[in-house]
C-alpha cells in the first residue's frame, strides 16, 4: 500500500517539530488532519480547531476525525502537542500540573483510544516525548513525570494491541530549534552557549530532522515498542 493511501492524525502541527511533521506527511503524498488551537501553515492539511486541554473538545474531536476518515485505513496517529510548564517540588501548582497533564498525558490516551476503530493493520502510533522522558533535571517537575508518563502510554499501548497490526514507537528529541526554546534564548547568549555546550554536535537539533525520524518510523512495525533518543549526543550530568 502506498503514503497516498495513508492518514497522518497529527495534534499541535501549527509550528516547531509538528509542523516539520505535516510537511514532511504531505511531501511523502500522505493525508494529513492537525488537532490544534491555531492552524498549520503547510499547503494541503485539513486543520481542525481543538483545545486538546479540555475533555469535551478533545471528544467532540475524535467524532469530527472519524468522520473524516470514513472507512477503516492505515493511520498514523501522532501524538506531538505538549504544555511546556517550569515547576519544581518546592514550588508546585497543582492546578498548572492537572492542565500539563490532561494535555501531555490524557489527551493522547484519549485520542488513541477513540480513533482506533478507525486504525486498519498497517497504522501506527507515535508518541514524541523528550530526552527528559527517561531523566530527570531541575524546575521541570511536571514536565519530566509527563514525558515520562509517555513512555509508559507507549509500553502499554504495544501490549493492549498486540497481534493487531498497529505498531507504536516513543521519539524522543533532545534540544530542538523551536519557540519552545525562547525562555533559554531570552537569557541571553550565554544560557544558549552552555546548552549548546552539552551537546556534542554544538548544534540544536532542526525541526525537519526530528519529522524524518518520525516518518521512519510509520513504516518500521520492527520498531514497535521502541524509544528512540534523538539528542545529537548530550552530556550526561
Not at 499547503?43 to 475533555?55: K, M, P, Q, R
Not at 494491541?161 to 534540544?175: D, K, Q, R, S, T
Amino acid at each position: 500500500m502506498s503514503a497516498a493511501a495513508d492518514a497522518v492524525v497529527l495534534t499541535g502541527g501549527s509550528a516547531g517539530i509538528g509542523q516539520a511533521i505535516a510537511a514532511r506527511s504531505r511531501a511523502d503524498g500522505r493525508r494529513v488532519i492537525n488537532l490544534s488551537r491555531r492552524p498549520c501553515p503547510v499547503d494541503g492539511v485539513e486543520n481542525l480547531a481543538v483545545d486538546l486541554g479540555d475533555a469535551a473538545a478533545v471528544a467532540d474531536a475524535v467524532v469530527r476525525v472519524r468522520d473524516l476518515l470514513g472507512a477503516r485505513a492505515r493511520v498514523h496517529l501522532v501524538h506531538n502537542a505538549a504544555f511546556p510548564i517550569a515547576d519544581a517540588v518546592t514550588e508546585f501548582d497543582a492546578r498548572a500540573c492537572e492542565q500539563a497533564m490532561r494535555i501531555n498525558v490524557v489527551t493522547p490516551a484519549e485520542l488513541t483510544a477513540g480513533l482506533l476503530p478507525t486504525m486498519a493493520p498497517g497504522s501506527s502510533v507515535i508518541f514524541i516525548g523528550s530526552t527528559l522522558s527517561e531523566k530527570g533535571v531541575p524546575g521541570r517537575l511536571t514536565y519530566c513525570a509527563s514525558k515520562h508518563a509517555l513512555v509508559g502510554l507507549l509500553r502499554a499501548t504495544v501490549q493492549d494491541l498486540f497481534g493487531a497490526g498497529i505498531h507504536a514507537v516513543c521519539v524522543c528529541p533532545g534540544f530542538v530549534d523551536t519557540p519552545l526554546l525562547d525562555p533559554l534564548r531570552a537569557r541571553g547568549p550565554e544560557v544558549m552557549r552552555q546548552v549548546l555546550g552539552m551537546i556534542s554536535y554544538g548544534r540544536l537539533l532542526t525541526p525537519e530532522e526530528v519529522a524524518d525520524i518520525v516518518a521512519f518510523c510509520l513504516e518500521r512495525p520492527s520498531l514497535n515498542g521502541a524509544i528512540i533518543h534523538a539528542n545529537l549526543g548530550q552530556r550526561e550530568s
